[in-house]
């Protein structure tokens, strides 16, 4: 990328990180003033609510010493758990503010002894009542008096507290608000400078993405007309040298038929990789025929196929379990062929590729594995990708680099996954599984 728009994004950058910066650290102290005045406004509420509950103890306890009514003592029982509620969240309250410690500590006692004192004297009035004694009030009108005045103390702390807060709050959002105009002015100059320089290697880089789009479109299509051109004349090879296979011949003549036949074979599954790939590149994927089937139809045809190319003993089959689903049966013996022939390719001579089928409850697994040298660990991450080929591991070593491309596509399409394992010390495994049903679309 050109300097000059190098140098306009490292500007844009910096000047977002200091706007971002600055906003942080405005809201950071909004937050904080915001919460530290919401808790001295709960405060001062929970103290508006404790001197209801106390003048309702009072007017209930009164009421009670007049009537001796039982409902004017509930109320009263009331009134009292509603001011331990209060007291205790002023209690809270002081315990994260040092300050109103001592202030709630002498609020919370005058609350409890002017209690203790309407207690003691419904006590002596009921005790009175009961023997005929006189009784007079005893209740000490200084104790409520004194309540009072501890609790106007706790509200103008907290009232002082709040006025503070909100001073605060006025200057540093202020001060914010104005740090962050002149950083949003800055970013939008480097912007405009950036915007102006950037343009151009945008429009170079579309230009270089279409350019590439158009090759790929051409690529696909040669391949595609490639492919189709080529089937006539293989196919004619190849029947010719079926005919041929049915007659007597030479050992050596044998042996050569039996290749040309072979390389065929080996030529028409590259040739239908292409019209694959091509299909995909241009309808967006493969058409299958789903029917009612058994994975077995799939397997041992492709082991088959195997012993016939590399002898007996190249590919070892085990079945378990109920293989049983909806699949494109032709489709699927594509994919695993590619992944037999691909584990063929690696396999030290001497032992067999392991392909094994396994039942479960909605899907059937399906294993391809051997004892070839581990995949690198960078080379999996494209391994299903098409072209790759090499150290990737591609179906068929001199193939096109499309077998594991085609592979994914074909058990995506019945909507299922494949994935694979290597490395030092373990065989190398390639899994997929396949969803015994699927809603099936339509072919278009």
């Not at 007017?59 to 003592?73: I, P, Q, W």
């Not at 209060?86 to 609020?107: I, K, Q, S, Y």
């Not at 006025?163 to 912007?191: H, I």
Request: charged share 25%; proline share 6%.
């Amino acid at each position: 990328m050109p300097a000059r728009p190098v140098t306009g994004f490292v500007a844009a950058i910096l000047a977002i990180v200091v706007a971002v910066g600055v906003y942080l650290a405005v809201a950071t102290s909004r937050q904080e003033n915001a919460t530290r005045a919401a808790e001295s406004t709960r405060a001062v509420l929970t103290l508006e609510r404790l001197d209801a509950a106390l003048r309702d103890a009072e007017s209930s306890h009164r009421g009670y010493l007049l009537v001796r009514s039982a409902a004017e003592l509930a109320r009263h029982e009331r009134a009292v758990a509603a001011i331990r509620v209060e007291l205790a969240t002023l209690a809270e309250r002081a315990e994260r503010a040092p300050a109103l410690h001592a202030p709630t500590e002498t609020l919370v006692g005058r609350v409890d002894a002017a209690l203790a004192a309407m207690a003691e004297e419904r006590r002596a009035h009921d005790a009175a009542l009961l023997t005929g004694a006189p009784w007079h009030p005893a209740t000490d009108p200084g104790l409520l008096d004194d309540m009072e005045r501890a609790r106007g103390e706790l509200v103008g702390i907290e009232g002082d507290a709040l006025a503070q807060r909100e001073r605060a709050w006025s200057g540093k959002t202020a001060l914010g608000d104005a740090v962050f105009l002149v950083a949003n002015l800055a970013l939008a100059a480097v912007l405009l400078f950036a915007a102006t320089s950037v343009r151009h290697a945008l429009r170079a880089h579309e230009e270089r993405e279409r350019e590439r789009r158009i090759a790929l479109e051409v690529q696909a299509r040669i391949l595609g007309i490639v492919g189709h051109d080529l089937r006539t004349p293989l196919s004619a090879i190849e029947a010719g040298a079926t005919l041929l296979s049915r007659r007597t011949l030479p050992a050596a003549e044998a042996r050569t038929l039996a290749r040309i036949l072979s390389s065929s074979r080996r030529m028409a599954r590259m040739i239908r990789d292409l019209l694959d790939f091509t299909r995909v590149r241009d309808a967006g994927g493969i058409p299958l025929a789903p029917r009612a089937m058994d994975m077995r139809e799939v397997c041992r045809p492709v082991v088959d196929e195997a012993t016939l190319r590399h002898g007996p003993g190249a590919i070892a089959l085990s079945c378990d379990g109920n293989l049983s689903g909806d699949w494109d049966p032709d489709r699927l013996q594509q994919a695993i062929a590619n992944l037999v022939s691909n584990a063929l390719q690696h396999q030290p001579s001497g032992t067999p590729v392991r392909l094994r089928a396994a039942g479960e409850t909605d899907a059937v697994r399906v294993e391809v594995e051997n004892d070839g040298p581990p995949i690198p660990p960078e080379a999996t991450r494209a391994i299903f990708e098409p072209f790759q080929r090499g150290d990737v591991r591609q179906a068929g070593a001199d193939g096109l680099g499309l077998g594991l491309f085609i592979v994914r596509t074909i058990v995506e399409a019945h909507g299922g996954h494949v994935e694979v394992a290597s490395g030092p010390g373990r065989p190398t495994l390639f899994t997929v599984r396949l969803p015994r049903t699927r809603a099936w679309l339509p072919a278009a």
